[in-house]
């Protein structure tokens, strides 16, 4: 049981760190439907600083995981930003190829460095066993993993940053009514960039955390199957409030994990029912909240609208 | 002596390539003073009024704050000259409450956090001190529209802005938030703020104006005091010739019943009792019948029933004999009904396409228009649309191509009326067909439905305007409430009487209470 609770809570960590980034990205009006690509990249970032940092202390080990998969993912935001908000592309389309090129790029990249360290090594297969220890802390069976204080963190930041600060009124605004937050001074085009870079930071966060969660080497031509998209449906079931999503994520987290644990938990593996109806559960169950669900939802008026200063 | 303007606009000329927006244009507004700006649409009052907010840089032309000339480059330079404008179209956050929509941009914060108490209180003070009534934690979708106004005033007022100008504040309002709004910037002015009043209503420039600044097709025609001037002399300014006032029509006498509605009931969107209820009527070929009364009182419905955009849950509707209460939408266009609808943008247009595809909306299946093949005969849709521009004095930036959305309000509505009206229907049903338009186009209307009353049409209006439910029917239907309540001859009535049925207070067809 304490083993469902422990990986309820990780995968929760994950949904809840990705599904934040789209919150900010879409409360800043510009949908972030690349969530996934930014996952993939943000997981290389800190799986390359967990395997080249083996055997640092485990302070080191953490932050430099944190730093690295954010940053990458931040930057790779940028890409969405650049495109949607200086050159108003079709936000879906360029979320669509940031998820196609993410995994693709991922691939290559480690590949490239697997073969130059062994000419015989073709895997885009990084190892970080070492570090990932780092990450743990033992109570009794129960393995606390620093994510999810850190995801803890994060989830009461992003809180008080929406809904307490300048910052926050501005940003939401600019995803409601961005000739409104023109005409009052606001520069609609910085706040977009600053949702989509923090939504990059979170979402590449969320990367690392989730190909750490169940495993100790990640496959990257795998990408990180779907989950990204999982949290945008834990975005929208969380009304784009960070108190919902993180219960949203908590519910699905629990699905996630029973795909992990039901062997072990009694009359579930009593029932005999095949590991790949659990690995469908979050999915299946994404579909029918949404269908029942989307009818009340409300996002951000003004999202997938590029902004345009002249347009009236 | 100490300046006695607050803001001069001297010589401005904004060119845009094809028009000369603004040709020349002088414009001082006293502190102090209500001023009007006073023109039709597309007579360049609201170019005007970008080239003040920074929006457009003028050609020539300087602009002056208290004597100084000042360089307006953007919207917050007009902002830190203390100048402030509420806009047609509300800039506020729907979702966010009043106060928040009150201090975006300019929030007080401590540490980073913002400080709501404290700005609440200065809300309250301001609208305390100016009259103008809000509830600061409510969220602005759940608000009058009026309260929304008045929310945009205490934007300008928490800012310290000491221009204040209203673009068309009353377009969306009833007449007691009207009233309401005038008693507001009378006390505004009395208070020292200085406020420019852009309109094209006579009446209500003549009731709060001090003096009124006229613009005619881009051109500076004259300032005037208000006090010395008349309606006539204002309108006359304003379009450059006489308007008349009164509609002219002879009188008739009405043929065939057109239109037989027979217990009509409508449901509503709103709430669970029905919208309409019960409704029968008929309007004759030859015949102008007018539904009046108060916004919300079933009208909307009753209409989407007779077109057919939204089914009826009982009663019939007869077109010319033939029953159509249950027809499609085409079937009741291609059988002769037009239909004017309230909401341009939403029924009325396709903002984004063009101006000649949108005359071709509800006939581009017809052999003129569309091959056999099926691919549409743009030669013929071209050609079509050019007589309809012509034909009915369309005014466009760039002709047919035009996109819908870059047109005014008058030319988007002369569209429809021309793209309606050509289908020379039997049945005509134009709602506040007038709804935001200037003088000069209203008489234009009028007179479009009075001509199609005279080839004999019918003709079903509906209409929020007291004065043109006086002046352009031959019968009066009033509603309250999803009923008709009575049915008047607008030649044997007064706008007293009419307001009796309107606010319920009288009814000749009350049901009986069921025993």
Redesign the interface.
Same mark, same amino acid.
Request: glycine letters at 6%; aromatic letters at 0%.
């Given at each position: 049981m304490t083993l469902l609770v422990q990986y309820t809570l990780i995968y929760a960590s994950v949904l809840i760190l990705v599904a934040l980034g789209g919150c900010f990205s879409e409360h800043s009006g510009v949908i972030n439907l690349g969530l996934e690509g930014i996952m993939v990249m943000g997981a290389m970032g800190g799986a390359l600083a967990m395997k080249y940092l083996t055997g640092s202390p485990a302070f080191v080990v953490i932050l430099a995981t944190i730093l690295a998969s954010a940053l990458t993912g931040l930057v790779y935001s940028l890409l969405l930003a650049v495109a949607c908000i200086n050159f108003k592309a079709d936000q879906t389309i360029v979320g669509t190829a940031l998820n196609m090129l993410g995994t693709a790029a991922a691939t290559v990249i480690i590949k490239a460095i697997n073969t130059a360290a062994n000419p015989d090594d073709v895997s885009s297969v990084v190892q970080y066993i070492e570090s990932k220890r780092s990450f743990i802390v033992s109570f009794g069976t129960f393995e606390f993993n620093w994510f999810m204080l850190v995801t803890l963190i994060l989830l009461v930041i992003s809180y008080i940053l929406l809904y307490?600060?300048?910052f926050g009124?501005?940003l939401? *605004?600019c995803g409601?009514?961005p000739?409104? *937050?023109?005409?009052?001074?606001?520069n609609v085009y910085k706040m977009r960039y600053a949702g989509v870079m923090i939504s990059g930071f979170l979402g590449g966060l969320g990367g690392i955390v989730y190909i750490t969660a169940g495993v100790s080497e990640w496959k990257f031509e795998n990408g990180v199957v779907g989950f990204g998209f999982l949290a945008l449906a834990v975005m929208i079931f969380g009304q784009w409030k960070p108190t919902r999503i993180a219960l949203a994520a908590l519910l699905f987290g629990l699905f996630r994990a029973l795909s992990n644990v039901y062997s072990g938990i009694g009359f579930l593996s009593m029932l005999n029912i095949p590991s790949t109806i659990y690995n469908m559960l979050p999915y299946m169950i994404s579909l029918l909240v949404l269908a029942l669900t989307s009818a009340n939802s409300?996002a951000p008026?003004a999202e997938g609208i590029p902004y345009d200063k002249g347009a009236r | 002596m100490e300046n006695q303007y607050a803001i001069e606009m001297l010589g401005i000329t904004k060119i845009f390539p094809g028009i000369i927006a603004n040709d020349d244009i002088t414009l001082q507004l006293k502190k102090g003073e209500i001023h009007a700006l006073l023109g039709e649409n597309g007579a360049g009052k609201s170019t005007l009024m970008s080239v003040l907010f920074g929006l457009y840089q003028p050609e020539k032309g300087i602009i002056k704050k208290d004597g100084r000339q000042v360089k307006i480059q953007n919207p917050n330079d007009a902002n830190d000259l203390g100048i402030g404008m509420v806009h047609q179209h509300f800039k506020l956050v729907e979702c966010f409450s009043v106060l928040d929509n009150i201090i975006l941009g300019v929030e007080p914060v401590k540490n980073g956090f913002l400080q709501k108490k404290e700005a609440k209180e200065k809300i309250l003070a301001l609208s305390e001190k100016y009259g103008l009534k809000v509830d600061p934690d409510a969220l602005i979708e759940d608000i009058t529209v009026g309260m929304q106004q008045r929310t945009e005033i205490l934007k300008m007022l928490y800012r310290d802005n000491e221009i204040l100008i209203f673009d068309e504040p009353t377009a969306v309002l009833t007449p007691q938030e009207i009233e309401e709004l005038m008693q507001i910037m009378r006390n505004l002015s009395a208070e020292g703020k200085s406020i420019l009043f852009i309109s094209h209503k006579l009446n209500e420039i003549m009731a709060v104006a001090d003096r009124c600044t006229v613009l005619r097709k881009g051109k500076y025609i004259g300032t005037v005091n208000v006090a010395d001037t008349t309606m006539p002399e204002l309108s006359r300014m304003m379009v450059g010739r006489d308007v008349e006032f009164a509609v002219k029509k002879e009188d008739r006498t009405p043929g065939d019943v057109i239109l037989d509605v027979k217990g009509l009931t409508v449901a509503s969107k709103l709430h669970k009792n029905n919208a309409v209820k019960d409704v029968s009527f008929n309007v004759r070929s030859g015949e102008i019948v007018c539904i009046a009364g108060i916004d919300g009182n079933g009208q909307t419905e009753l209409v989407y029933g007779l077109t057919g955009l939204e089914p009826v849950k009982a009663g019939t509707v007869i077109m010319k004999g033939k029953d159509i209460t249950h027809a499609s939408i085409r079937e009741r266009s291609v059988n002769g009904m037009s239909h004017i609808p309230e909401d341009r943008h939403k029924h009325g247009l396709v903002l984004d396409y063009s101006l000649e595809d949108n005359m071709i909306l509800q006939r581009y299946f017809e052999p003129e228009f569309t091959s056999k093949a099926g691919t549409l005969k743009r030669a013929n849709i071209r050609s079509y649309a050019e007589k309809l521009i012509d034909q009915y004095d369309v005014r466009s930036g760039q002709g047919a191509i035009t996109k819908a959305r870059s047109m005014s309000g008058g030319n988007q509505q002369k569209a429809i009326i021309a793209r309606e009206l050509d289908k020379a229907p039997d049945l005509l049903i134009a709602v506040q067909p007038t709804r935001g338009l200037d003088v000069g186009a209203i008489e234009y209307i009028h007179k479009q439905l009075v001509a199609q009353r005279d080839a004999g049409h019918a003709v079903l209006l509906v209409s929020l305007e007291l004065e043109e439910v006086m002046t352009v029917p031959d019968r009066i239907l009033v509603m309250y409430e999803g009923e008709i309540v009575g049915e008047l001859d607008p030649k044997k009535t007064n706008a007293e009487e009419l307001g009796l049925y309107m606010s319920g207070a009288k009814n000749d067809f009350r049901k009986e209470a069921a025993v």
């Open positions: 307490k600060t300048r009124l501005r939401m *605004a409601e009514h000739q409104a *937050a023109d005409s009052v001074g606001i409300r008026k | -």
